[in-house]
T-cell receptor
Framework: DAEITQSPRHKITETGRQVTLACHQT?????MFWYRQDLGHGLRLIHY???????NKGEVSDGYSVSRSNTEDLPLTLESAASSQTSVYFC??????????????FGPGTRLTVT | KQEVTQIPAALSVPEGENLVLNCSFT??????LQWFRQDPGKGLTSLLL?????REQTSGRLNASLDKSSGRSTLYIAASQPGDSATYLC??????????FGQGTTLQVKP
């Protein structure tokens, strides 16, 4: 069955360190997204990609970057981790077009703590 | 700017009751609307997707409706069960997959 996996599932890091969260999907979807979920703010879009070599900023992109070198993966990098980036991070994918509904599928999430 | 609101924030009902969760959005220019379920500490599970041209979708005991012109959607859960206890999120697709989420309704179904 197609799925989205995220790794690691839990991560503790120190302020100032670079951290990369992995996202891998086997849906063969062109669209991939990163969200963060925080109490009081809900889910907010960080970055997204509509295909290989395409990346775009979302609502809360400061301090984050992504790269898309193939269809399956969209890693999220925190350039210099800050305590404000302690959150749960979700990766998602979808497909649009005549034969696709646009339904978005989510990974299990990564809980990141920055100390 | 699109805003999505879910009311109530929390709901507690006895088992067997039919219930309605509400979702409202400020801009009717949406591609579709998706309802999700989230269990504590878990990811999001897609429940129903309604395209902007549709009025409703059904899956088992769940029925979602969409009134795009008034900016409203409802999720109807029939004959609720304790296993339905979770947080329910609605999200509108504003631009080729970019989702704007509501804050969610946390549902507790008591045996």
């Amino acid at each position: 069955d197609a799925e989205i996996t995220q790794s690691p599932r839990h991560k503790i890091t120190e302020t100032g360190r670079q951290v990369t969260l992995a996202c891998h999907q086997t849906w063969n979807h062109n669209n991939m997204f990163w969200y963060r979920q925080d109490l009081g703010h809900g889910l907010r879009l960080i970055h997204y990609s509509y295909g290989v070599q395409d990346t775009n900023k979302g609502e809360v992109s400061d301090g984050y970057s992504v790269s898309r070198s193939n269809t399956e993966d969209l890693p999220l990098t925190l350039e210099s981790a800050a305590s404000s980036q302690t959150s749960v991070y979700f990766c998602a994918s979808s497909e649009v077009g005549l034969a696709a509904s646009g339904e978005q599928y989510f990974g299990p999430g990564t809980r990141l703590t920055v100390t | 700017k699109q805003e999505v609101t879910q009311i109530p924030a929390a709901l507690s009902v006895p088992e067997g009751e039919n219930l309605v969760l509400n979702c409202s959005f400020t801009d009717s220019a949406i591609y579709n609307l998706q309802w999700f379920r989230q269990d504590p500490g878990k990811g999001l599970t897609s429940l129903l997707l309604i395209q902007s041209s549709q009025r409703e979708q059904t899956s088992g005991r769940l029925n979602a409706s969409l009134d795009k012109s008034s900016g409203r959607s409802t999720l109807y859960i029939a004959a609720s069960q304790p296993g339905d206890s979770a947080t329910y999120l609605c999200a509108v697709n504003v631009d080729t997959g970019k989702l704007i989420f509501g804050q969610g309704t946390t549902l507790q179904v008591k045996p």
